[in-house]
Each structure stands twice: as structure tokens, then as C-alpha cells.
């Protein structure tokens, strides 16, 4: 039965509709559609897809939530294995402990889009809102949010924020300029780099940033010594020996964050190639390890905690039925030079 079916004959307002009245239109009970509101599991399929496109044409106007209900924040990250996550996490619960608000965290296993279970479960807690980082939502999913009023927040989103949602990230851009105007004023003009992934549109604003700074310096880009990477310290291992074992290598390579930095490193002593004597290294996160690598590593602080705290602010003032300031919020980023650069050799 479609939607038309189920409500000839019903009159309804404009305008977004109660539990009651969504239910008048499906032809079913007020306790199935709150299931599927609730994110309930045991509702047939096709009610609840006819429930859900009700919800997504005509909306749903919650009632006021219940004084008792949990307070939570839901985290949603890709993955959970480096300290990138604890420094964002550190910064939610920072602003969660202050306002007394519990946080939720799910992970993807390194999928960037969390399937259909979790959405029914975040349904079924109903938190304040949900901090996605580093992950994307299919649209059904962002519309089941919205249609309940859950807000929610994109940490450094993969592409354009869905429904354009409030998001925070860093000054990617002018981060890969900094590293950039670091090594080309030290004198190094052949300089390789291993990238981020194509599709996030934080790893590709630190490479434009980079290549932007080049060519100010007069330095011109050799796209042969550039190499797509994922983040992970196993490819930027893989791709700086592939580098390095160029017939003209490079003298320094960029690293687009700090785990690929790390492979960096372990590429150049597998090769006996020294650090900075020989290959200068920037990366980029300002992760709590780049200080005590060896030697410790130039890199461009990403303010990690800042952002989670935030996303944070960002979820509770939502939460509260207030307006945000802006849509986007981008904090700035800062080299940190250590002992990982310094002039090529002959200079």
C-alpha cells in the first residue's frame, strides 16, 4: 500500500506529523510506528519502508523529549587503531563531562559508511546527536536522523557534508602550503609525496596546499614523485621505498599525516637512507608520537582535541534548540619544526 492509499480519506495538517497521525496514514498502530521511530528491530520491512517514506515526505514532529532520557553524544569512526581517534575522543569527552552527557562510540572497521544496524541503534538510544569523523552517511540515513531531530556533525568529512550538515575540520590547505614553504626554503627541490586518500577532501586540500606552495617558490612539481596513499603506515612504508629507490630520488618527502610519516622512516632505514642528513621528512597530524620518533618529526599540528571539543559544543547547542554561529568551523593549523628537516646535502 502506498502512502496516498493509506491516507485517503485522512485529513492531516501541514507540516510534520505526529506518531498519531503517521500511523492514521499507514493504516497501523500508533505502537508499530513508534517502533520504527525508536529504531525497533521487529517491524516487517515493508511497514517500515512505508513508515519511513511517510516520515521523509511529510516529516515527523517529535514530542518534547522526556526529562529522564539518557543524555548521549554518538561517536561514529571509521576505525579505532591510532592515536588520531583518542585525540579527537579526548576533546568530546572533555565538553561531555562538563554538560554531564555520556558518549557513545561505533566503529567501521575501516568502512566509510556504517551499515543499516547502526542507524537502528542509534534510533533506538536516541541520543543528543551524532559526531561523524572521517566517515560518510548514506542519505536514508542521514534523512532517519533528521526526520527525528537527531543533529548531526561531520569531523573532517570525506566529501561535502551530507544534508549540509555542521561540520569542523582543520586549515588543510595552508598546512600543506607551510610544509611546502618549510622544505623549499631549506633548498630541497626535488620533493616526494605521499598523499591521503583521493576521495577526502581533507588529504586532497593538503596536497593543493603543498603544489600551491611550489609553485610560488618556483618550484616545479614533478607529479612522477607523487604517490596515493591511505593513511596507513604500511603504504607510506611501501611508497617511500619505491621513492627512494628511484635513480633520482628525492631529498625530502612530505608525509600527508603522521602514520605515513612513520612508514617513511622505516622505509629509510631499511634502505640505510639517513634522516635529515640524507632525506628530510615533514608529516602531518602533530600526533602525540612525532615528538618522540627519531628523530622527532617536523609536522603540521592538526589541532585534534580542539576539533572533537568542537563538534561537541556544536552537537549541545543543537541539542538545545539553538542556532549555530556557522555551518563550518575551521580551525587553524601550525608547523612544528623538528629535527626530521633540514638543507640537502652540498647546500
Known sequence: MSPSQAGAGTETPDGPLTIAQLAALAGVSTATVSKVVNGRSDVSAATRDQIEELIRTRGYRRQRRPAKSAALIDVLFHELRSSYVMEILNGIREVARAHRIGVVVSELAGRRVPGGDWIEDVLARRPLGVVSVYAGLAPDQCDRLYSRDVPLVQLDPTGDPEHDAPSVGAGNWSGGLSAARHLAALGHRRIGVVSGPENMEAARARLDGFRSALDLAGVEADPGLVRPGDFSIETGRVHALDLLRLDEPPTAVFACNDSSAVGVYHAAAQLGVRIPEDLSVVGFDDLPMAKWMIPPLTTVRQPLK??????????????????????????????????????????
Open 306 to 347: 580542539e576539533m572533537g571539543a568542537a563538534a561537541a559544543r556544536m552537537i549541545v547547542r543543537l541539542a538545545e534548540g539553538g542556532a549555530l554561529p556557522q555551518q563550518r568551523v575551521e580551525l587553524a593549523t601550525e608547523l612544528v619544526v623538528r629535527d626530521s628537516t633540514a638543507p640537502p646535502r652540498g647546500r
